[in-house]
């Protein structure tokens, strides 16, 4: 039994050191954040939903009023880290410029039926089913191959209050 303890401490170290390099970039920025564990996640893998059982480090976070999750997966290769989750309303999502991710892979859902992406590449038909959805809360997930993608989403989140002064 002590080795699989050591080979799981060995499996989940990768996670840690890279969610503690980015609890100490929020800290450096003075961006208040918490760390948890959370499982039961679903990550989508060739247009099918996986459900990880396993809980993963995700860093909790508030960037000039968007409420912001940072999570590195347990399971991960060259082009997946995991994942940041914006939380918005829907008068938010509707004001925010999605354009600014453009270069990154991101999906948005709803916050009951997140296996539904509103985002198909079209921004305006996108902010069409938001506002004719029933739902109030939405979530922009951004997949993450690397650190860099971090910082640079930090970055992004730190100016938005430069254009939505009433986020």
Do not use: R, W
């Not at 609890?23 to 060739?46: A, D, R």
């Not at 993450?144 to 640079?152: A, D, P, S, T």
């Not at 989403?153 to 430069?162: A, D, R, Y």
Request: hydrophobic fraction near 40%; glycine fraction near 2%; charge should be negative.
């Amino acid at each position: 039994m002590e080795k699989i303890i050591y080979q799981l401490n060995k499996f989940y170290q990768l996670a840690l050191d890279k969610i503690e390099q980015i609890k100490l970039l929020l800290n450096s920025k003075n961006l208040p954040c918490s760390m948890e564990f959370y499982n039961n996640h679903e990550i989508k893998i060739k247009n099918k939903f996986i459900q990880e059982k396993y809980p993963i480090p995700v860093i909790s976070s508030k960037i000039n009023n968007i409420a912001v999750d940072i999570a590195v997966d347990v399971a991960t290769d060259c082009d997946y880290l995991g994942f940041v989750d914006l939380i918005l309303s829907k008068q938010d999502i509707l004001k925010f410029d999605l354009i600014i991710f453009n270069n990154l892979q991101f999906s948005i859902f709803s916050d009951i039926n997140y296996q539904e992406d509103l985002y198909f590449g079209d921004i305006e038909k996108t902010k069409q089913n938001i506002e004719n959805s029933q739902e109030n809360l939405f979530h922009i997930e951004i997949n993450l191959k690397n650190f860099e993608q971090v910082l640079y989403i930090i970055n992004l989140l730190e100016k938005i209050n430069e254009k939505y002064s009433n986020f």
